[in-house]
């Protein structure tokens, strides 16, 4: 089946559909958002010449935004239900549209650096997103689910979009010309979310928890920063382990107040539904391979095996057309994801996903030795993770009360990063050959690092299959007219 033949089998199945129009001007949302997170990485030496920084510095970028992605996504997912999806939506675009014109003209480092953890706010996107649709449709799965294909799609292809425009453009711009062009890709997306979004009636009331937003807020700022200093100083440091154990510590009192709180931020007998804490429990195993493996896949494939005697030896080119590669495949996994599910259901065709992934993987170990092999294997690896990127936020909605949609289905994107960052910690020290995390250590990995990173990707995945496949989903909750 061809990719056109994919994209207007999904197309056609939302024409029948009131929301057509909505979800168009949301895929515009999405294409904003792919940009954002593909256009920078061609250029992160160009901006570290620029802010006159060592390139090890720039590895701040990821961890400053996963930290400020965590804390800031429980709460604007629960203000969704409270005060509307669309509203919150709005708002974090808002937000990241500054922070966006902030990195294009931030004077110093450290301005620099504090734009680009709020820009973090657009995390929260593609949950409301999928808010949006399911309560406008209803709790239609089967639309919500095709909606969500063409999102994910638009997505990726904005990453592609956003890493060739950049690449193309380093030479002849100057870098505040060059990192304003995001800026302008969201503020389009204010304009696409203003005109073309209408607000759906809440169903849900109350006030927002602040006392358990602030304790959430210091469980998870604590475990994230230790695992971010667990990758500068090393597992030989006891300070990372501190505070990991000490944020771990700090989710016992945000546990028993919210358990015992009649409004409470984050639902935790919800999550812990029967059929939900699965598809969550997969989101955390699913950011393990999708956030914390692609930097391994870039220094294996940059490798040169005459002197390692392992890697591609590939040119920044070559590395560019695998990661595209990938990408492409996540979009087509994203769109068959919907018409998989049409015939075994959702949570059959995320196990389906799951297994993909755990394949792509798996398939490392043995087949790892040409650009041939790995891009089987990426792309394997992208069809489930295109299909999961689409498949869970709209499976915990199908699993929500109507009231609680915007925080299940942002909370797939918290355990997703806390997932990426546990991930990430733990493969900078199996990949640190010289015994520590220091990043202008010259030595090269050793390949057995590189094999304990894909054995953690495909395990983990294969346990996400297992919880899918094993607990079955709640009953189905009523739900709400469509409007």
């Known amino acids: 089946m061809s990719d056109s033949t994919v994209v207007s089998d999904a197309a056609r199945a939302l024409a029948r559909s009131p929301i057509t129009k909505v979800v168009g001007f949301l895929v515009c949302v999405e294409l904003a958002s792919g940009v954002l997170q ?62 966006s014109w902030g990195v294009a003209f931030a004077p110093s480092f450290g301005l620099f650096l504090v734009a680009w953890a709020i820009q973090g706010f657009y995390v929260v996107w593609l949950p409301m997103e999928v808010a949006i649709i399911h309560r406008r449709t209803g709790g239609a799965e089967r639309r919500v689910r095709g909606a969500a294909g063409l999102l994910v799609a638009g997505l ?21 010309a060059l990192l304003a062009l995001p800026a302008v890709v969201v503020t389009l997306a204010l304009v696409a979310i ?158 389906v996903a799951a297994l993909l992934v755990a ?38 909605a199908a699993q929500a009360p109507p009231t609680h949609t915007g925080l299940t289905t942002g909370m797939t994107n918290t355990t997703k990063t806390i997932g990426g960052a546990f991930a990430s910690s733990v493969f900078a020290i199996a990949l640190a050959s010289t015994g520590t995390v220091d990043a202008e250590a010259t030595a090269h990995a050793s390949l057995s690092g590189y094999l304990v990173v894909w054995s953690i990707c495909g395990v983990t995945a294969l346990v996400a299959a297992v919880f899918l496949a094993v607990v079955q989903d709640a009953p189905r909750t009523t739900r709400p007219a469509a409007v």
């Open 359 to 396: 394949a792509g993987y798996l398939m490392f170990l043995p087949f790892h030795a040409s650009l041939a092999q790995t891009m089987t294997n990426m792309v394997v690896a992208g069809l489930g993770s295109g299909a999961l990127v689409a498949g869970l936020p709209a499976a915990a």
């Open 38 to 99: 593909g256009y920078y990485t061609p250029i992160f030496t160009d901006i570290a010449r620029h802010l006159s920084v060592k390139d090890a510095d720039v590895n701040w970028f990821e961890a400053a935004q996963l930290i400020v992605s965590a804390l800031v996504v429980p709460l604007l997912a629960r203000l969704g239900d409270l005060v509307g999806h669309r509203r919150v939506l709005l708002l974090s675009t808002v937000v990241t549209a500054l922070a």
């Open 156 to 176: 990726e292809l904005g990453v592609i979009a956003g890493a060739l425009t950049s690449g193309a453009l380093a030479e002849s711009l100057g870098m505040t």
């Open 194 to 351: 203003w005109f073309g979004v209408e607000e759906s009636p809440t169903l849900a009331h109350g006030r927002v928890d602040w006392g358990g937003f602030g304790l959430v807020t210091l469980a998870l700022g604590l475990v994230m920063g230790g695992l971010v200093l667990l990758r500068v100083a090393g597992p030989g440091s006891p300070w990372p382990w501190v505070l990991v154990v000490a944020g771990g510590a700090a989710l016992v009192p945000f546990a028993r107040r919210e358990l015992s709180h009649p409004e409470p931020l984050v639902d935790l007998r919800i999550l812990g539904a029967r059929g939900q804490w699965p598809v969550q429990a997969t989101a955390f195993l699913f950011g393990v391979s999708v956030l914390g493996a692609q930097i391994p896949l870039s220094t294996f494939a940059r490798t040169d095996p005459a002197v390692t005697g392992y890697g591609l030896g590939a040119s920044a080119g070559r590395v560019s057309v695998i990661i595209g590669g990938y990408v492409l495949s996540l979009a087509v996994g994203a769109l068959l994801f919907h018409l998989l599910a049409q015939r075994t259901g959702t949570r059959a065709a995320m196990v």
